[in-house]
């Protein structure tokens, strides 16, 4: 069964230009997670979908960041528009309530120039 | 709010030593879950071991094993006999019971030496 999907793993992008994260999450779950990595701030829920509602957006920096989940095995965090400190690594998670457990993808690598 | 600390930013140690990662919270809660995340430089988390709150017992994965002390909030892990692919960030997460979300320490970053 394939994990948590995410796309792209690397993104290098100028400031200003708008930047778009995917996520498929495992199959069945009916939790989405995202969540930003980065040396200063460690790791952080920016938002949370269950059954593609979002339930929790507190962590959302600011109005530059809008996350989706338009279906059920499909999310975006979009970017726009970007700038330096938003460089971080981006993680998608989801899971299967009640099952207290987390599957993390790989992460995108986010550098804004 | 629930909040984890992990007091030690980087620790080393040599292969086949025994070291302890340690984690305090703070919570209101009775009931709910910790855990411990490995994250290896190819930046994939890992679920290390996991600890049920209503659990005396404490919990042990193959050379994985924690510390839970419940009225002291505290939960270490213990590695034994450590490995050079031990080498990771290491992250103490709380989740409320219910809630399904993943709050995180700072992390510790633990190498092992040959």
């Known amino acids: 069964d394939a994990g948590v999907i995410q796309s792209p793993r690397h993104e290098v992008t100028e400031m200003g230009q708008e930047v778009t994260l995917r996520c498929k999450p495992i199959s069945g779950h009916d939790y989405l997670f995202w969540y930003r990595q980065t040396m200063m701030r460690g790791l952080e829920l920016l938002i949370y979908f269950n059954n593609n509602v979002p339930i929790d957006d507190s962590g959302m920096p600011e109005d530059r960041f809008s996350a989706k989940m338009p279906n059920a095995s499909f999310s975006t965090l979009k970017i726009q528009p970007s700038e330096p400190r938003d460089s971080a690594v981006y993680f998608c998670?989801?899971?299967?309530?009640?099952?207290?457990?987390?599957?993390f993808g790989e992460g995108s690598r986010l550098t804004v120039l | 709010a629930q909040t984890v600390t992990q007091s030690q930013p980087e620790m080393s140690v040599q292969e086949a030593e025994t070291v302890t990662l340690s984690c305090t919270y703070d919570t209101s809660e009775n009931n709910y879950y910790l855990f411990w995340y490995k994250q290896p430089p190819s930046r994939q988390m890992i679920l290390v071991i996991r600890?049920?709150?209503?659990?005396?017992q404490n919990a042990t994965e193959n050379r994985f094993s924690v510390n839970f002390q419940k009225a002291a909030k505290s939960f270490s892990l213990k590695i034994s006999d450590s490995q050079l692919g031990d080498t990771a960030m290491y992250f103490c997460a709380f989740m409320r019971w219910g809630a399904q979300k993943l709050v995180f320490g700072q992390g510790t970053r633990l190498t092992i030496n040959p």
């Open positions: 998670a989801s899971s299967l309530s009640p099952v207290p457990w987390l599957f």
């Open positions: 600890q049920e709150a209503y659990k005396q």
